[in-house]
């Protein structure tokens, strides 16, 4: 077992129980204030209890306004705009709330490198700088030599090229880093190993442990970005954001050069799925979880997709976001090609980024098309 898998085990935090549920929700009032009374933007697993509470939820305007406070402080008025590049809608695994399922059949696609490229020429025309390169598991087209190939391709274009794909091996994260690909996203969809088996049915994805271990393999290849988040709506969302903060607090801790953020998305209608999900989350608790984790922690990358809709981006851009996708395609090819293969799922906010830059703007924000940092750390 892991180092990270244990202390999850020994935290009691690999299982969800009712127990934590029930102390989660007899914490009062009183003690959140005492938390909010605190320095805010240091992690404890009490104070982060204390934030998801309740009683937590009435306090919720006065969290708002630290959150806002701690993230002009710490990352100015700032908000980076990036947009997701999907290669391949092939995958081998069976999720059973994903539309690129193995076991759903329709016409799969997967881009050559020029036709990525092709793509990737789209996205930057409209002004991106930051790419997010997105695949199923398919792990015979999308190899290693494929992602280090395109990411050299992309790079005459963009400052900063991230993937969020499939778990690779120390080695083959290495390679991609070494062809430029700075960024690691990947979800760990849930932390309570009984729902992980129950939605993970089949394929490599199935293994729980080899998933958790990615993170680190990423970090010790020298990946700066790390991306964490779970999928919002499969279990209890307040025990999944302990287990995500104890993620980050201990990948944080371990690698301290590379920098952690957090996604939030939530489970969004998909072509061929056709689950009911017990724990869907609702906007108000996933605004509460947002503000949450950025009072627990100062410097992590707040993300939030266009899986969204237009008017909670709106709102969540003036709190704690610090990283926003817009005009997203989840289909292969959907930046270029009429003809729609596809989509993993449908997207909530369609405005295009010029729109997306002029909201930020309006909410007294500045967005970012350019990865100022790597041009400071190169
Ligand atoms: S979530 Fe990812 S791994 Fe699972 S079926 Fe969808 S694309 Fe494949």
Not at 1 to 25: G, H, N, W
Not at 36 to 56: H, T
Not at 163 to 186: H, M, Q, R, S
Request: with cysteine; charged share 25%; net charge negative.
């Amino acid at each position: 077992m892991s180092e990270f898998a244990q202390i999850l085990r020994d935290k009691k935090l690999d299982r969800q129980s009712p127990d934590t549920s029930t102390m989660i929700d007899n914490i009062t009032t009183d003690q959140v204030r005492r938390h909010l009374a605190q320095p805010p933007g240091r992690y404890s697993i009490d104070r982060l209890m204390a934030l998801l509470s309740p009683a937590a939820s009435e306090l919720l305007e006065e969290m708002a306004q630290q959150a806002r406070q701690l993230t002009i402080q710490r990352f100015g008025r700032t908000v980076q705009m990036y947009a997701p590049l999907y290669v391949s809608n092939v995958c081998v695994n069976s999720c059973l709330y994903c539309g690129f399922n193995c076991q759903t059949e329709f016409s799969r696609t997967r881009l050559t490198i020029d036709q990525a490229v092709k793509d990737g020429k789209v996205i930057a025309s409209e002004g991106f700088r930051h790419i997010l390169l997105v695949s199923g598991e398919d792990t015979k087209y999308v190899t290693n030599d494929y992602l280090a190939e395109l990411a050299q391709r992309l790079r005459e274009d963009f400052s900063s090229v991230s993937i969020e794909i499939y778990p690779l091996d120390e080695a083959g994260y290495k390679n991609c880093f070494d062809a430029g690909i700075d960024g690691v996203t990947l979800y760990q969809e849930t932390y309570d190993r009984d729902t992980y088996e129950r939605y993970h049915i089949a394929g490599p994805k199935a293994d729980y442990d080899q998933r958790l271990d990615s993170y680190d393999r990423a970090a010790r290849a020298g990946m700066r970005r790390l991306g964490l988040g779970v999928l919002l709506g499969l279990a209890d969302w307040r025990q999944e954001t302990l287990a995500l903060a104890e993620h980050a607090a201990y990948l944080m801790k371990k690698y301290w050069r590379s920098q952690v953020s957090f996604s939030f998305p939530r489970l969004r209608p998909a072509p061929h799925v056709a689950e009911e999900y017990e724990h869907l989350v609702g906007e108000r608790e996933l605004v509460q979880m947002m503000i949450a984790l950025r009072l627990c922690f100062a410097d992590a990358g707040i993300v939030l997709s266009t899986r969204e809709s237009a008017e909670l981006r709106n709102n969540a851009v003036n709190l704690c976001v610090t990283r926003i996708s817009a005009g997203s395609k989840t289909n292969p090819g959907g930046y270029s090609e009429e003809d729609d293969s596809t989509e993993q799922f449908v997207i909530a906010d369609d405005r295009d980024p010029s729109e997306v830059a002029k909201m930020i703007k309006r909410a007294g924000r500045e967005a970012v098309w350019k990865d100022w940092d790597t041009s400071f750390t190169a």
